[in-house]
Structures are given as structure tokens and as C-alpha cells.
């Protein structure tokens, strides 16, 4: 059983960063791609961003504002998020998929805010 744990939201001003976290723990041999997701209040779960063995992917909306990775040797998936604007403001998730891609395991989410 794999769980998620997501760290490093907060409230930060209109071009600000943020770096979010999701430690993983349990078995891992068998995760291939990890996500991060976000939900807006009143809109659906959107795609952020996805990282595989050998690529990163991105929505367009945060598409050279955000960066992806993972270390490996730690289970610990990071989103750096630069020049965040008030549309960046929702719940952050991470996910875990198997290499057919379903997906496992979901973190409780870390609010991020991006207001003056």
C-alpha cells in the first residue's frame, strides 16, 4: 500500500514561489509516473503536471512556471512553483500510478493562496 503526503502550501503574493512536497511511504517498486493535480474551489480537478522515468509533462497554464521532480532515493515528488498568479490558488494533490496508469494512491492535498 502506497501513501501520500503533501507539504508546503501557503498563502504567497502575486509572482512569489512556492515549493510543494509529497512523501511517499510504503512499496514503491511498482510506481512508474507521479502527478500532481489541483482543484479550485467550484471547478473541477485539473492535471498539473506529471513526471515518468524519462520525461516531465505540463499543463499549459503553469507550462515555464512550474517544475517537477522527484528524488528517488527519498520517495519524496517536489513542485516548484515560480511567478504564481491568483489563478494558481487552489488544493494540490499528488497521485501515483502504476505503469498501466492507474492510479493508487491520492495525498490529502496542501492549500495554496496567491493573493496581496
Known amino acids: 500500500q502506497v501513501r501520500l503526503v503533501e507539504s508546503g502550501g501557503g498563502l504567497v503574493q502575486p509572482g512569489g514561489s512556492l515549493r510543494l512536497s509529497c512523501t511517499a511511504s510504503?512499496?514503491?517498486?511498482?510506481?512508474?509516473?507521479m502527478n500532481w493535480y489541483r482543484q479550485a474551489p467550484g471547478k473541477e480537478r485539473e492535471f498539473v503536471a506529471l513526471?515518468?522515468?524519462?520525461?516531465?509533462y505540463y499543463a499549459d497554464s503553469v507550462n515555464g512556471r512550474f517544475t517537477i521532480s522527484r528524488d528517488n532515493a527519498n520517495n519524496i515528488l517536489y513542485l516548484q512553483m515560480n511567478s504564481l498568479k491568483p489563478e494558481d490558488t487552489a488544493e494540490y494533490y499528488c497521485n501515483a500510478q502504476l505503469p498501466n496508469g492507474l492510479v493508487i494512491a491520492w495525498g490529502q492535498g496542501t492549500q495554496v493562496t496567491v493573493s496581496s
Open positions: 513526471i515518468t522515468k524519462e520525461n516531465t
Open positions: 510504503g512499496s514503491m517498486d511498482s510506481i512508474n509516473d
